[in-house]
């Protein structure tokens, strides 16, 4: 498998025009994704995750705007490109599972029409044909009784068999990339387990990319190759997990790691202070407020992120004194 | 669902029943001797004799149980009394006019669904766009209009200025317009303003997302996806705006000299014909709970969840 | 996520001002802080409270503001065109049309105002009796409320007002007679709610008589929002008693009201389409008012708009 990456996001800054101000979600954005790899993108309750997510498709909505940046996949912008070309992308090439698969189904149609609509709306093919293919994916999914699943609507299926659902309808088109935003979240700790498990047998098989968005630790350590740790919508660190977990350099990503439970280690620390307003950003370095080791640098303009290792990168004053 | 749709008809019976007390309660309200009503229709003074005879006739000297038992027994066979003006059945004449206002209510229907469902679903698809300030400009004037007022402002431009419609009385569509966008032009425009909520909740739910995010073409997201969730709180306010149109029909036919049920229970309230009355609320109120019973049968249809919920649940 | 609600939408990582108070049934006092700080940011809802002001104004001061005494009768001056003693023109009878507008705010705004208390009368002991009793109680109530609820509200509403004769009175006691359900209804159903809260069970288990439990801890619950959003319903209210009017049923004359004058002025329309025209503005104005207010008050009480009063 090559390291190439399949998904590039460069500098992408997503706000949003209240009335009370501009919310700043996704500010600056960078990372990428290798094909067939898994990124784990972390980070606390509102730090931009699933904003960026919807971003990369362009699925912001106002008072929201896509402000600045690039996505590159396949060799187009998926910023720039026309309407009609991005909807042929959307599904096909890139797919997104959201957190609550209650809400992501339509109640009023079945699960049929639902799965079948994402495949005729890509292909020339009969409806029936569509059916069929669904048929096939929801049992590749492991789903009893998948003809009779098709005629059932979304209030009579159990969470997890949803969330399954979900992933078979973002599988139809054997996407090269699928973003899965908190994918288990809503659900039970077993059940998380068996989707998570499906989703890595999938990738194996048909060879796609995943950005898993979570705020997990210990998701993103069973199921990733690499990690982006977000912070008040900017990349702070981005690399291999091992790496990142071994060696955390930005001060948030060690806070973040000494807030997780592990065993064999007493005392639990959580990150001290409040996640900054996305409302009133600083210019200088985001975490600061809550940073132990900031110095008179972090005073200065926003750290850049900065290759430390190979395929390790952070951004943070400290760890390049000379250059602040 | 059978069970739902059995339990709303067996409802029926003693809301039915209640509905009858009122309107043989009604003629009580009425000031004076209903015997003495009728003859005096006559144009003479009647006499305290003949008065006498006839309460014995029409039986008003029994206690009301039993005169309340005599008007029901006579009611279910749909036989409502006599018109003290004519002296024709009341159910004969009630019948005879009631499908001019029907076609009347369903023209305002029909003119109100064309200007509610595009304006609804255009402003909330172009939020904040000039074609969403008219839309909202015009519901909020169209709410506060007095359906009266614009009947008479409609005859003033369209028949006396403009002298391209007719304004009289029942004929073909032409005659239809002016009477039945009159009567619509309200419910359009409270039915854009709920379109507009609906369809704005809608498209913020995440399966509308999840549609787009699978590639689907634009017209499917809202003709498919949001359209059919916008339009559900919609259909259960359509058997309440019956009840509306049934109500304005009475201002609009008198406007417009329209031959329905409306006009003639106006005539009957000042020609004091108190059997029309009764029978007008009878028959108006057996029409709305029909319509009502209609509607909500039909949103089980529409709703997966509650059609699937009340018969054969997994 | 903090809330899984919207799994996407960015803001959720902001402290969102507007899930804070006033949902279906909670507890509030009135309008809380929060809420009339909303309601002043609402342009539209501020121009429909001056506008009610200033036509409550028009109806106080209406001796002063009036040219011309409303109901004198001037035949020699019958359906004059605007001009210098009538600026507005006169009707059929030569009364001054302007007096009588503005004669007609009283009327407008005294019937509606009469007939909403006498609904807030009958629906605030129904339904709190209905909601906090249960059982026989409140079934036998929700059936008579039911039962209303089968006619079609303004064809009883007339039928009532038919049967027991023309007049302003007997218009608002139909009304009131056939509006009162809905309010009922809703006021049962906040009860209930309120009754399941903390409080009152601390004050139950505390020994606190049934009674001094329905007016010190449900009550001023329930009625605040209820009155404040009822007394929004004046719009409706306005429309119905003009158009019971203009079919004859409610002002009698002489009485300026506005539904009135626009039955008296329909066989004029060719000749003096003035007599159509301003009463019908008016009540336009003012129902347009109060729904502005109505609207803003009930955004600001309920951002997300789960509460629903209306017949």
């Known amino acids: 498998m090559s390291w190439a990456p399949v998904l590039k996001v460069k500098n992408l800054s997503t706000y949003f025009y209240t009335r009370y101000g501009v919310i700043k979600a996704v500010n600056g954005a960078s990372f990428t994704v290798a094909a067939g790899k898994t990124l784990g993108l972390v980070g606390e309750s509102g730090c931009g995750k699933s904003v960026t997510a919807l971003s990369i498709l362009r699925l912001i909505e106002p008072p929201g705007r896509i402000c600045s940046g690039e996505v590159w996949l396949n060799g187009c912008d998926l910023l720039k490109i026309p309407p009609r070309q991005l909807r042929q992308v959307r599904g096909r090439e890139i797919a997104l599972v959201f957190q609550d698969p209650l809400t992501s189904l339509n109640p009023v149609l079945t699960i049929g029409t639902q799965l079948a609509e994402t495949i005729d709306s890509h292909e020339e093919i009969s409806r029936a044909e569509a059916r069929r293919r669904a048929v096939e994916l929801l049992f590749r999914l492991g789903l009893p009784d998948p003809e009779r699943l098709m005629r059932l609507y979304p209030f009579q299926l159990s969470g997890g068999m949803r969330q399954r659902v979900m992933v078979a309808m973002a599988l139809a088109l054997r996407p090269k990339v699928l973003i899965a935003d908190e994918p288990t979240t809503a659900l039970d700790v077993t059940v998380q387990a068996q989707i998570l498990a499906e989703l890595k047998r999938l990738q194996e098989e048909l060879g796609m990319a995943i950005v898993l968005i979570t705020h997990d630790l210990g998701v993103v350590a069973a199921m990733t190759d690499e990690v982006a740790v977000m912070y008040a919508g900017t990349i702070v660190e981005h690399g291999p997990v091992a790496e990142v977990f071994d060696r955390p350099a930005h001060p948030y990503t060690r806070a973040l790691l000494r807030s997780v439970p592990r065993l064999g280690r007493e005392e639990l620390a959580p990150v001290e202070g409040q996640p900054p307003s996305l409302l009133n950003l600083p210019a200088h370095c985001a975490f600061l407020p809550r940073c132990l080791q900031a110095g008179a640098a972090c005073r200065g303009e926003k750290p850049e992120l900065r290759e430390i290792g190979p395929g390790h990168a952070a951004a943070c004053h400290r760890l390049f004194p000379w250059a602040g | ?314 | 996520m903090s809330s899984s609600k919207n799994s996407g939408v960015g803001v959720a990582g902001y402290p969102a001002p507007v899930e804070s108070a006033g949902q279906a049934g909670t507890v509030s006092h009135g309008l809380p802080g929060s809420a009339l700080t909303r309601l002043g940011q609402d342009k539209l809802a501020l121009l429909g409270l001056v506008i009610i002001l200033a036509v409550v104004a028009v109806a106080v001061f209406a001796p002063y503001l009036a040219p011309n005494d409303p109901v004198k009768v001037d035949l020699a001056q019958r359906l004059a065109p605007p001009g210098a003693p009538y600026p507005l023109g006169t009707d059929h009878l030569g009364r001054c049309l302007l007096s009588r507008l503005i004669y007609g705010t009283r009327v407008s705004l005294a019937t509606a105002a009469l007939a909403l208390s006498a609904i807030m009368l009958i629906s605030i002991p129904l339904g709190t009796l209905a909601g906090y009793c249960g059982g026989r109680v409140d079934s036998l109530i929700m059936r008579v409320v039911d039962v209303l609820l089968a006619f079609p509200g303004l064809i009883l509403a007339l039928v009532i007002a038919g049967t027991l004769g023309p007049g302003l009175l007997n218009v608002m006691l139909a009304l009131s007679l056939v509006w009162w359900v809905g309010y009922a209804r809703v006021i049962r159903g906040m009860v209930l709610s309120v009754k399941e809260k903390e409080f009152v069970m601390a004050a139950r288990a505390c020994g606190t008589r049934e009674l001094g439990i329905i007016t010190r801890h449900i009550l001023p619950n329930v009625l605040s929002p209820v009155i404040v959003l009822a007394t929004l319903d004046m719009g409706k209210l306005i429309l119905a008693i003009s158009g019971l009017s203009f079919l004859g049923l409610g002002a009698q004359p002489p009485t300026p009201e506005w539904g009135g004058m626009l039955n008296d002025g329909r066989p004029y329309l060719q000749v003096a389409p003035q007599l159509m025209v301003y009463p019908g503005l008016c009540i336009m104005t003012v129902v347009l008012a109060f729904n502005l207010l109505g609207d803003g008050l009930r955004d600001a009480l309920d951002p997300r708009g789960s509460t629903r009063i209306s017949l």
């Open chain 2, 1 to 314: 669902m059978w069970r739902y749709v059995t339990k709303r008809l067996l409802y029926l019976v003693p809301v039915l029943f209640g509905v009858s007390i009122i309107t043989f309660g009604l003629i009580n309200l009425a000031p004076g001797d209903p015997a003495e009503l009728i003859l005096c229709s006559g144009g003479v003074e009647p006499t305290k004799e003949a008065v006498e005879t006839l309460r014995a006739e029409l039986g008003l000297n029994d206690p009301l149980y039993v005169q309340y038992g005599r008007w029901l027994g006579k009611a279910v066979h749909l036989d409502l009394g006599k018109s003290f003006r004519t002296g024709r059945p009341v159910a004969e004449e009630i019948f005879s006019r009631f499908p001019a206002t029907l076609e009347l209510a369903c023209a305002a229907m029909a003119f109100m669904v064309c200007l509610a469902l595009p304006a609804g679903i255009l402003s909330a698809l172009y939020r904040h766009a000039f074609l969403d300030h008219l839309s909202r400009f015009g519901a909020l004037f169209g709410a506060s209009l007095p359906g009266f007022w614009l009947g008479l402002m409609l005859i003033y431009f369209f028949a006396v200025k403009l002298g391209v419609l007719p304004v009289m009385g029942r004929g073909g569509l032409r005659h239809l317009v002016l009477p039945a966008v009159t009567l619509g032009f309200g419910l359009a425009a409270v039915y854009a303003r709920i379109l507009r909520a609906g369809m704005l909740e809608v498209l913020g739910q995440d399966y509308i997302r999840v549609a787009r995010a699978k590639g689907l073409k634009e017209k499917w997201v809202i003709g498919r996806h949001a359209l059919k969730n916008a339009l559900l709180p919609a259909v259960t306010l359509l058997g309440m705006s019956c009840g509306h149109l049934l109500g304005g029909a009475v201002i609009v036919e008198t406007i417009f000299a329209w031959p329905g049920v409306g006009k003639f229970a106006v005539d009957a309230i000042f020609n004091r014909d108190y059997p029309v009355i009764q029978g007008y609320a009878f028959f108006m109120a057996a029409v709305f709970v029909l319509v009502n019973l209609l509607v909500d049968i039909s949103y089980v249809f529409l709703d997966p969840r509650i059609r699937l919920e009340g018969g054969n649940s997994r």
